[in-house]
């Protein structure tokens, strides 16, 4: 949503115009009782229109208004508008602007939702409120030590999700049904007997539910467990990609590779980017339902 504020002379046409809206979209989210009547410096609501990008423009000797508009396909408000100067004004040379560019084309993105199925109706009621999702991981298939695996009940979930298009993954946790278990995670992890069961249990519960994939959400691991975790997930990669499923996992939000931080040190980025088909960051966890509200950090690279 940007705001405009209106020009003597102006009209709705040229300012939908200008922002690549409607002209009926401007009138219903500022409530105007006229097409035709715009009072000069009232501030109008523009609603958002094609996606837009910016470039930087260093004005050069000889530019005008209406050179840069020709060029860049901008209007003289739009110029105003994004850059401040009057199409009466000269331009200074040197000066570097910033321009509207339209993008071609929206980007294309995935959706994943989480959900811990009841086993009733209810689970597929909530299907019918979705759409355009990609993902459904049904949270949690729970790893034993023992190498089995505790199914939630999940069927009524998996058949709507089916029906609605979304592709279901089965969600892998370390949970022992009170909390993420360090212990049991380092169990699994260094025990190739018991993380060899863990991965054919998943590739039997994957065939028999109909799983398009598998999300591994493994918290709460030692910092030490990192090579482990790694190994664990080029094993699991491999099997599920000889059967055409993914692998994903969710993992914890950091600015900068500590591998000795609690924790976070056990996500090995770079390594586990060439391990897994996509993952979900859990950027929530750098506030959570116990603490004050924060909001999500941008993850630098590294």
């Known amino acids: ?38 009072v ?63 993008r071609p084309s929206k980007r294309t993105i995935e959706v994943n939702g989480y959900l811990l199925p009841t086993g009733t109706p209810s689970d597929a009621r909530i299907f019918q409120t979705i759409s355009d999702m990609t993902y459904f991981c049904s949270f949690s298939y729970q790893a034993r030590a023992d190498g089995t695996l505790e199914e939630p009940k999940d069927n009524v979930a998996l058949a709507a999700a089916k029906r609605a298009g979304i592709r279901p993954l ?73 059967q055409g499923l993914s692998v994903s996992i969710a993992m914890g939000p950091k600015t900068g590779d500590n591998p000795n931080q609690p924790w976070m040190g056990a996500f090995d980025y770079r390594t586990i980017g060439q391990e897994v088909d996509f993952l979900m960051l859990m950027t929530y966890e750098w506030g959570w339902v116990g603490g004050p509200p924060l909001a999500p950090r941008l993850l630098h690279d590294f």
């Not at 405009?4 to 009926?24: F, K």
């Not at 401040?84 to 200074?92: A, C, F, M, V």
């Not at 009170?178 to 018991?194: D, V």
């Not at 863990?198 to 918290?219: M, P, S």
Request: hydrophobic share 35%; glycine share 8%; proline share 5%.
């Open 1 to 38: 949503m940007r705001i405009h504020r209106v020009r003597q002379g102006e009209t709705l046409q040229q300012i939908a115009g200008d922002y690549v809206v409607s002209v009926r979209d401007i009138v219903r989210v500022n409530e105007l009782s006229s097409h035709d009547v715009l």
């Open 40 to 102: 000069p410096g009232l501030n109008l609501l523009i609603p958002k229109g094609d996606p837009l990008a910016v470039q930087a423009y260093t004005i050069q000797p000889g530019d005008t208004f209406q050179s840069i508009g020709e060029r860049f396909g901008l209007t003289a408000n739009v110029l105003t508008t994004w850059t401040g100067y009057d199409p009466s004004e000269s331009l200074p040379v040197g000066t570097r602007i910033y321009l509207p560019v339209r």
């Open 170 to 242: 089965m969600t892998m946790t370390n949970f022992d049904g009170n909390q993420f278990n360090t212990t049991l995670a380092h169990t699994i992890l260094a025990n190739n007997s018991i993380r060899r069961k863990v991965i054919d249990q998943t590739i039997a519960v994957c065939t028999r539910k109909g799983f398009g994939g598998v999300n591994v959400d493994f918290e709460h691991m030692q910092p030490g467990d990192r090579p482990l975790y790694n190994q664990y997930l080029r094993e699991l990669r491999d099997a599920l990609h000889a």
